[in-house]
């Protein structure tokens, strides 16, 4: 198996979609907005806007995320971003642990039929190697601390603290955040010199 991760660009908009959207096109899901977006702006937000606010963000500079391809097939997920342009930058239960302009890594997506085949890791590798490309620090990810527990699929979104740690990254800080019932916490990757 061989996965390339290519940024979500304009261009690949309907793979985004594939993975992001929902199977009715006026649908409400969230499109990967709920932790870019403030509470406010995420409501108002709704069917088919979300799948407009998402392409555009696609159209941008630097792009919302990654995606995981084997072949041609689109397999999976990633969003990145710069932490102060996400409500990460004013969470009271995510800390900062310094100054960086780190960047959050938050969402770890993998379609069904493609599940363990190691493709969350090459997600991972892949969000973090284009941040760095664009000249991130640091990335930080908020993963689960779930010690070897089954994490319900619908919450395994975060990652998990193994898939973190596999990928390279230290835990920095404990957070107040809880996924799926297990707390979260910070871990984090420095760019290399």
Request: glycine content about 10%.
């Given at each position: 198996?061989?996965?390339?991760?290519?940024?979500a660009t304009?261009?690949?908009?309907?793979?985004?979609?594939t993975?992001?959207?929902?199977r009715?096109?006026?649908?409400?899901?969230?499109?990967c907005l709920?932790h870019r977006l403030d509470a406010k702006?995420?409501r108002?937000l709704a069917?088919?806007?979300?799948?407009?606010?998402?392409k555009?963000l696609?159209a941008?500079?630097v792009?919302p995320?990654v995606?995981?391809y084997?072949g041609d097939?689109v397999v999976?997920?990633a969003?990145?971003?710069?932490?102060?342009?996400?409500?990460?930058?004013?969470?009271?239960k995510i800390?900062?642990v310094d100054?960086?302009d780190?960047?959050?890594?938050?969402c770890v997506?993998?379609r069904?039929?493609?599940?363990?085949?190691?493709?969350a890791?090459e997600l991972?590798?892949?969000a973090?190697?284009?941040a760095f490309?664009?000249?991130a620090?640091?990335?930080?990810?908020?993963p689960?601390?779930?010690?070897?527990?089954k994490?319900?699929l619908?919450m395994?979104?975060v990652?998990?603290?193994q898939l973190?740690e596999d990928?390279?990254?230290?835990k920095a800080?404990?957070?107040d955040?809880?996924s799926?019932?297990f707390?979260?916490?910070?871990?984090?990757?420095?760019?290399?010199a």
């Amino acid at each position: 198996m061989s996965i390339e991760v290519l940024p979500a660009t304009l261009e690949r908009f309907d793979d985004v979609a594939t993975m992001l959207g929902p199977r009715k096109p006026t649908s409400s899901v969230c499109w990967c907005l709920s932790h870019r977006l403030d509470a406010k702006t995420n409501r108002g937000l709704a069917g088919p806007a979300r799948g407009e606010y998402v392409k555009r963000l696609c159209a941008r500079d630097v792009a919302p995320g990654v995606l995981a391809y084997d072949g041609d097939a689109v397999v999976g997920w990633a969003a990145v971003a710069p932490r102060a342009g996400l409500p990460f930058a004013r969470s009271t239960k995510i800390p900062h642990v310094d100054d960086l302009d780190v960047w959050s890594l938050w969402c770890v997506r993998v379609r069904p039929g493609h599940r363990g085949r190691g493709i969350a890791h090459e997600l991972i590798a892949g969000a973090a190697a284009y941040a760095f490309a664009q000249g991130a620090p640091a990335v930080e990810g908020y993963p689960t601390d779930n010690q070897g527990q089954k994490v319900d699929l619908t919450m395994a979104y975060v990652g998990t603290r193994q898939l973190f740690e596999d990928a390279g990254f230290t835990k920095a800080a404990d957070t107040d955040s809880v996924s799926g019932g297990f707390p979260r916490v910070l871990m984090r990757l420095a760019r290399s010199a």
